[in-house]
């Protein structure tokens, strides 16, 4: 005769207890999938933090859209401003975003840190989207972008629009031809530039090294005066004087030592950012250099 405890855990309670323990087993795994499902599904409210993000996001997920940043639709600087126009804008500030909660938020490095780690103490999402220093890197931020909100194919479209306007301006320039770019209060960006990048690749050689300012810098006005540069790379923002920081891109003596036939101008939003402005960049910056550039 069986012992209790043997006649209590017989095998046939054995073999229920352990249809049980499968059942609770395979349940489980349900819910951690479905709870892994939840945590990958695309965010549906998206909001964004400086018009470089604002117009990653118009391009890849217009709508995804909570808000954009307070600059979104300024047309001096925002390529995406008509676009923009039709979407909600946002103060930037970490509170109004703890109140809003979007399920993301896009945000800069300048955006700045509390903020951002403001946002995250009160459980909201930030992504952090760095300007980009060169063509590779912004491949990578546009297919990373892309695939958090759930889009990897506009993303790929994207990608191919850039590396297409790209191949047709490869090496458009003479040889030999130097330039500098240059923006407001006399600074010009590294070597190691997104722009400076795209000008190489055009088939001009960029100025800043033969400066001392390979790292980018701010540049005295007699040192552009003394050696010049064959070119230069402005906005357009340089075409008149509205203060201290333009009034140096007007400066005599600086059109005596590069006049505007020597001069490839862009229009500012262009330069802002890289991202779905790239390609409208490259193009006239290649329509500049097939113009002027002997």
């Not at 909001?47 to 600059?71: I, K």
């Not at 600087?77 to 703890?98: D, H, I, K, Y």
Request: glycine share 8%; with cysteine.
């Amino acid at each position: 005769m069986a012992s209790a405890p043997q006649a209590r855990y017989g095998p046939a309670a054995m073999l229920r207890a352990s249809r049980l323990i499968r059942s609770a087993l395979a349940a489980a795994c349900l819910l951690a999938v479905a709870g892994q499902s939840a945590a990958a599904a695309p965010p549906r409210r998206v909001a964004s933090l400086n018009v470089c993000a604002d117009q990653l996001l118009l391009a890849l997920a217009p709508e995804a859209v909570a808000s954009l940043s307070p600059l979104s639709r300024d047309p001096r600087l925002s390529f995406a401003a008509a676009q923009a126009r039709g979407f909600p804008v946002n103060s930037g500030r970490g509170e109004v975003m703890s109140v809003e909660r979007p399920d993301l938020v896009l945000a800069g490095r300048y955006d700045g840190k509390a903020r951002r780690d403001f946002m995250e103490s009160q459980g909201i999402d930030v992504l952090l989207l760095e300007a980009w220093t060169s063509l590779a890197h912004g491949r990578e931020q546009i297919r990373t972008l892309a695939a958090r909100l759930g889009v990897p194919e506009r993303g790929e479209a994207l990608v191919s629009q850039i590396d297409a306007a790209l191949e047709r301006t490869r090496a458009i320039a003479p040889g030999g031809r130097t330039v500098l770019p240059l923006q407001v209060r006399g600074y010009t960006p590294g070597e190691a530039s997104l722009v400076a990048e795209l000008l190489r690749h055009m088939g001009l050689v960029t100025f800043q090294q033969r400066l001392g300012l390979k790292d980018g810098g701010f540049v005295r006005l007699e040192q552009v005066v003394a050696t010049p540069p064959d070119f230069l790379l402005l906005g357009t923002e340089s075409a008149r004087a509205i203060d201290q920081g333009s009034a140096l891109l007007v400066h005599p003596a600086l059109s005596r030592a590069v006049p505007a036939e020597r001069r490839l101008v862009l229009r500012a939003p262009l330069l802002t950012c890289g991202g779905p402005s790239l390609v409208a960049a490259i193009d006239a910056l290649a329509a500049e250099i097939r113009d002027k550039v002997r």
